[in-house]
C-alpha cells in the first residue's frame, strides 16, 4: 500500500472512530473528548487535500475555541458532584434505521454521480491565494462575517448574563 | 487503489451520518450541537474536497471558512442560550422545556 492512502485510512479511522464515540458514547465528558480527536482529524485531511490554511483555522478555532466552549458548557450545567454525567438517548433504533438508510443514499449516489474532474491536481500554498480572494471577490461577505461575529459576541454576553431583578 | 474525490465524499457522508444521529436521538442539548458541528465539519469537508479535485482553485476552502466562522458564532450564541434554560429550568433536557416563559 501506498503511503498517502495508509495515512488517509489512519486519518480517516481516528476519524470516523471518535465521531462514532461522539454519537454513541454514555458520558458527555467521553463525548466532549471525543470530539477533539474528531476534530483534529479533519484538520489531518485538510492537509492531506493541500489546505494548509484551513487546517491551520480548523485547529485554532474548534481545538482552541469551539471545544474549550463545549466542555465550559459540561461543566457549568452539570453538578460536579454528580458522580453519573449522564448522556441520554431516545429513540435510538428508528435514528439508526433513518440514518443507514440516508448512508446508502448518500454513497450510492456519491459512486454513480460523474463529478466534473480539474485539470491538474496542485498542491501549493494557499494562504496567499485565500488571502487575495477575501479581499477582492469576497470583500462583501468577509466585512458582513465580521459583523456576524460582533453579533454573536454581543448576543451571547447578554443571553448568558444573569438577569438583575429590581 | 489511488486515493480519491469518492473517499472523501464518502468520509464525509458518514460523518454527516453519525452527527445527524446524535442530532436526532440526544437530549442533552450540549449534545444536540456537538452533532451540528460534526454535520458542519462534513460538510466542509466536501467543500475542500470539492475545490481540490474538481474546481482547483481555492474557492471551496474559502466557503469552508466561513462555515468555520459561522460555526463559531453558532456555537457561543448556543451554548449561551443553553446556559440561560440551564438556569431556567435546572435542565438541560431537551424534552423538558416545554414552556416559552417561567
Known amino acids: 500500500m501506498e503511503l498517502a492512502t495508509a495515512v488517509f485510512y489512519l ?4 476519524t470516523v472512530g471518535s ?4 454519537a454513541f458514547s454514555r458520558n ?11 476534530f483534529a482529524g479533519v484538520a489531518g485531511i485538510y492537509v492531506l487535500l493541500g489546505a494548509d490554511f484551513v487546517a491551520a483555522v480548523q485547529l485554532l478555532i ?5 471545544l474549550v466552549l463545549i466542555l465550559f458548557a459540561v ?5 460536579i458532584t454528580d458522580v453519573q454525567v449522564t448522556n441520554r438517548a431516545a429513540g435510538r433504533i428508528p435514528g439508526l434505521v433513518i440514518v443507514a438508510v440516508l448512508l446508502a443514499l448518500l454513497v450510492q449516489t456519491i459512486r454513480e454521480t460523474p463529478w466534473a474532474k480539474a485539470k491538474q491536481i496542485v498542491y501549493t500554498p494557499t494562504s496567499a491565494k485565500i488571502g487575495d480572494m477575501f479581499l477582492q471577490d469576497y470583500l462583501l461577505p468577509f466585512e458582513l462575517a465580521s459583523l456576524v ?7 451571547a454576553v447578554v443571553l448568558a448574563r444573569k438577569e438583575i431583578k429590581e | ?17 453519525l452527527g445527524l444521529y446524535t442530532v436526532l436521538t440526544r437530549r442533552n442539548a450540549i449534545s444536540v450541537l456537538m452533532g451540528v458541528e460534526l454535520i458542519l ?13 474538481s474546481s482547483g482553485g481555492v474557492d471551496g476552502q474559502i466557503y469552508a471558512i466561513f462555515v468555520i466562522m459561522l460555526a463559531a458564532a453558532e456555537a457561543a450564541v448556543g451554548l449561551a442560550i443553553v446556559l440561560a434554560i440551564f438556569q431556567l429550568f435546572h435542565t438541560i433536557d431537551v424534552s423538558a422545556m416545554e414552556t416559552l416563559r417561567e
Open chain 2, 1 to 17: 487503489m489511488e486515493i480519491g474525490l469518492n473517499h472523501y465524499l464518502t468520509l464525509g457522508a458518514i460523518l454527516f451520518c
Open chain 1, 62 to 66: 474548534y481545538v482552541g475555541g469551539i
Open chain 2, 41 to 53: 465539519n462534513s460538510a466542509n469537508i466536501n467543500y475542500v474536497a470539492f475545490a481540490h479535485y
Open chain 1, 28 to 38: 458527555i465528558i467521553y463525548s466532549a473528548f471525543s470530539l477533539l480527536g474528531t
Open chain 1, 19 to 22: 465521531a462514532a464515540m461522539v
Open chain 1, 149 to 155: 461575529l460582533l453579533a454573536a459576541l454581543i448576543g
Open chain 1, 75 to 79: 461543566m457549568l450545567t452539570h453538578r
Open chain 1, 11 to 14: 486519518v480517516a479511522i481516528v
